[in-house]
C-alpha cells in the first residue's frame, strides 16, 4: 500500500486534477447560465490542443521562436471561437425550446467536431506526436521526482482560477452572470442583453478548455480528434461532484477526480479508468446536489 | 405615453390575452385590476418583453416596441416591477442596485439615481452589503422597487407589489408609488387589491379574462356597482 498512497501519486493526482478543472469549469458554467450539459465541451478542449499543434509545428518548421504566451493565447482563442460558434449556431435558436433539443444538439455538435476533424485531411483519425513546446526538467526532493510540466500544470491552472474568481465575485460582467444564472427574466429587467451574458460565458468556457488542451498535449503529448470524449466525461463527473453550476465545486471536484484516479490507476490501470464512472454513479445516488451544491428545486 | 391596441398573447394554443387597447397618458397611475388569471401579469409581461405578442400593437412615446428585446425596452424608458420580487437572493443589496444601473454610463446620472433610491428607501442604505435573501418580505419588495427605479424609466410596471405585505407595509409602499409617480415617472399599476389601486390611481381598467370589461376614471370606477361588487366586497 505504500508504493501506492505515496507523495509522487499526490503530486500527480493533482497535476491531472488541474487539468480537469479547466475543463470542468466551463461544463459548469455554461449549465449555470443555460441549464445545458455541454457535451461537446471536451471537444473545445481538443480543438485548444490541435491549435497549438499546428501554430507550434509552423513555427518550427520556418524556424521561428514562438513565446509560449503566444502559443497559449492562440489556443485559447481557438476554442474560444469554437465554443461561442457552437452557441450562436447551434444552442441559441433552440434556447427556448424543450431542453431535451439542445441536449440532443449538443451530442451532436461533439459528433461532429470529432468526425469533422478526422476528416480533414490535415488532421486525420490517427495519433500525433505534439511538439515539444517546452522541454523537460525533473527535480528530484528526497525520492519525490516533480517535472517541470506539473508546475506548468497546476500553476496556469491556478492563475486561470483565480482569474475567474474575480471575474465573477467582484466584475460588473461577472455579477451579471450571478443574476442571470439565478434568474433571466429578472436579469432582462434589469436592462441586460443575457445573450451577451451566455456568449461571454462561452467564451470563458471554451478559453479554459483550450487552455487545458494545450496544458494536456504537452504533458501527455499524444494527440487525436477523440481525445476529448474521456477527459470530457471525467470533468463533467468532477462538476457534478461538486455540484453542478457552483465553480468552487468544479475545481474542487476535479481535484479529488485527479486525485482518485491517479491513485486509482497506480493500484490498478483500469480501474484508474472506471473510477470516474463509479463516483458519478455514487454521487448520483447519495448527494445528487453534488458535494458544494444547494438543493434547489428545477423551475418549470 | 403607452398605447397597447388590439393586443393578443397567447400561451401554446391558450390565448390569455385577447385583443385588449388601453392607454397611459404621461405622468398619471393608471391602474389595471382584476381577479387572479384574467392576465395582468401576462399583459405587463408583454409591454416589457417578456412574453411574445401574438398580434397587435405596443407603442412607448411613438415608438413601435412590439416584439422588441426587453433589455432594449428598459433601454427606452419602462421600468417593470415583475411579480413575486424576483430579486436577486444571493447577490447584496448593492449588487442589485449596481445591476439595475448596468445600462448607465454616466457617473453623475448614476450617483443622482442613487441619492433619489436612498432618499425614498433609506432602509436600504442601511442593509447594503446585506445579502438580499436575507432581507424581510416588505424590504425584498422596497429592494424590487428600488431596482426599478434605479433603471430610471419614465414609466414604471408594478405588478401587485403589495402582495403578501403587513397592511402597514401595503400603505407603505403604495405611499411609495405616489411619491415615484409624483417625482415624475408614469406608472402602470396592476393590483388584486382593487380597493388601494383605485384610491392612488388616475385612471383604471377592469380586466376579465383576458379582455377590458371595464375603464374609466378611478374615482368614477369606485362608485361603480359591478366594480363594488366584484373587487370592492360591498
Ligand atoms: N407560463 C404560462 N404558461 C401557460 N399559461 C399561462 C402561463 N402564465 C399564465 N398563464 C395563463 O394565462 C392566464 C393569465 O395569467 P396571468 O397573466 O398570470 O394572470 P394574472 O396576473 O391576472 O393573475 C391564466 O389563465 C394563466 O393560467
Ligand atoms: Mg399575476
Known sequence: MGEIFNLQQLINGIQLGSIYALISLGYTMVYGIVRLINFAHGDFYMVGAYAAYFIVNFALARHVNIPVVFVFAASMGASALIAMAANRIAYRPLRYKPRLSALITALGVSMFLEYFFSALPFIGPSFRSFPELITQRIFTIGNIKISNYAIVDVAVSAVLMIFLTYLVRRTKVGMAMRAVSQDKDAARLMGINIESIITITFLIGGAFAGAAGILAGITYPRIYPYMGILPGIKAFTAAVLGGIGNIPGAMLGSYIMGISETFATAYNSLLGEGIAFAILIIVLLFRPQGLLGEVTAEKV | ?234
Not at chain 2, 205 to 230: F, M, N, P
Open chain 2, 1 to 234: 405615453m403607452l398605447k397597447v391596441s388590439n393586443l393578443e398573447v397567447s400561451y401554446g394554443a391558450i390565448k390569455a390575452i385577447k385583443d385588449i387597447s388601453f392607454e397611459v397618458k404621461d405622468g398619471q397611475i393608471a391602474t389595471l385590476i382584476g381577479a387572479n388569471g384574467a392576465g395582468k401579469t401576462t399583459t405587463l409581461r408583454t409591454i416589457s418583453g417578456l412574453n411574445r405578442v401574438s398580434s397587435g400593437h405596443i407603442f412607448f412615446k411613438d415608438t413601435n416596441i412590439t416584439n422588441m428585446e426587453p433589455h432594449r425596452i428598459v433601454n427606452l424608458g419602462i421600468s417593470h416591477v415583475p411579480e413575486g420580487r424576483r430579486i436577486f437572493a444571493t447577490l447584496t443589496v448593492m449588487e442589485n442596485l449596481e445591476l439595475a444601473a448596468w445600462t448607465i454610463k454616466d457617473k453623475n446620472v448614476k450617483s443622482e439615481r442613487y441619492d433619489l433610491v436612498f432618499s425614498i428607501f433609506p432602509r436600504l442604505k442601511e442593509r447594503f452589503k446585506q445579502l438580499a435573501g436575507t432581507l424581510s418580505g416588505g424590504e425584498q419588495q422596497m429592494l424590487s422597487v428600488a431596482r426599478a427605479l434605479m433603471t430610471g424609466g419614465s414609466l414604471m410596471l408594478l405588478d401587485e407589489p403589495s402582495m403578501g405585505l403587513s397592511p402597514i407595509l401595503v400603505d407603505e409602499i403604495f405611499d411609495v408609488i405616489q411619491k415615484i409617480n409624483k417625482q415624475g415617472t408614469t406608472i402602470l399599476l396592476v393590483e388584486q387589491n382593487a380597493r388601494k389601486a383605485l384610491e392612488v390611481a388616475d385612471y383604471a381598467y377592469v380586466l376579465e379574462v383576458g379582455t377590458i370589461a371595464l375603464q374609466g376614471s378611478a374615482r368614477e370606477l369606485k362608485e361603480d356597482q359591478r366594480v363594488k361588487e366584484a373587487y370592492l366586497g360591498a
